[in-house]
């Protein structure tokens, strides 16, 4: 009659048809002493391979872990800057794939995101000065990615900056490059006040009530203009304009 039992050395199930059996093969019974001990971990009865065994099966397999643990961790310290470059690399010749996965997860964990805000929102000064630092330890580095970024960006730079010079106006409003775009789709590209067609080169914005007459610098005051109406326009209204015009 078969019997199923576990082997004392490699924890293996085996059938076997007498009872008196311990090992599930010659192999495991050659390597097992007659020595027994414990283990001092876990403190649980072992039947020693050799005299150094201090460990039982599962407690070496866990100790094996937590070393391999130590040793990429000293590895990943000692060889930061190695890795860093590894990683841009692998970024750069991958970059729309990991736009793509980071966009991914930001939809689909909205909760991480709005901790984040939380926890800037309770101390910017900690993340403002983490910056600042980065920017003074890399200053050739920062410059370098800044001028790229313009290079690629000049749309988004353009408005950065008007919207960095009303706030030291202290004007009210700004406003986004999608915003900007999306009106100008909807306006079909059409200038507000003589109607001709305008392009990316030709288009400019022109605030419906004037800066300097109390206007703000939201997208609900902002309309589309050639530049021959925009300076002619200037201070006025459009009503007052289009009086004029006609």
């Not at 966009?103 to 964990?109: D, G, H, I, Q, Y």
Request: proline letters at 2%; charged letters at 30%.
């Amino acid at each position: 009659m078969n019997i199923t039992k576990v082997c004392e050395y490699c924890n293996k199930e085996f059938n076997t048809t007498d009872k008196r059996h311990r090992f599930c093969n010659k192999s495991c019974a050659k390597k097992v002493s007659q020595g027994k001990g414990n283990c001092i971990k876990c403190n649980c009865e072992i039947i020693k391979i050799t005299n150094n065994q201090k460990y039982c099966m599962s407690c070496k397999l866990i100790a094996i872990k937590e070393s391999n643990k130590l040793r990429a961790r000293k590895y990943r310290t000692t060889n930061s800057d190695l890795i860093n470059k590894k990683r841009r690399l692998n970024y750069l010749n991958n970059a729309e794939k990991y736009r793509i996965v980071c966009k991914n997860w930001r939809e689909n964990n909205p909760e991480y995101l709005e901790v984040r805000r939380q926890r800037y929102n309770e101390n910017p000064e900690i993340y403002i000065n983490q910056v600042k630092n980065y920017y003074k330890k890399n200053p050739g580095k920062s410059y370098a990615r800044y001028r790229l970024w313009v290079q690629k960006n000049p749309e988004k730079m353009a408005i950065l900056r008007r919207n960095r010079e009303y706030r030291l106006k202290n004007i009210k409003g700004s406003h986004s490059v999608e915003e900007w775009k999306n009106l100008c789709e909807t306006s079909k590209w059409i200038c507000s006040y003589c109607g001709k067609m305008l392009d990316k080169n030709t288009v400019t914005k022109d605030h419906l009530i004037p800066i300097v007459r109390g206007g703000t610098n939201f997208i609900n005051n902002i309309t589309l203009a050639c530049r021959n109406c925009n300076s002619k326009k200037h201070v006025k209204t459009p009503d007052e304009y289009m009086r004029e015009a006609v």
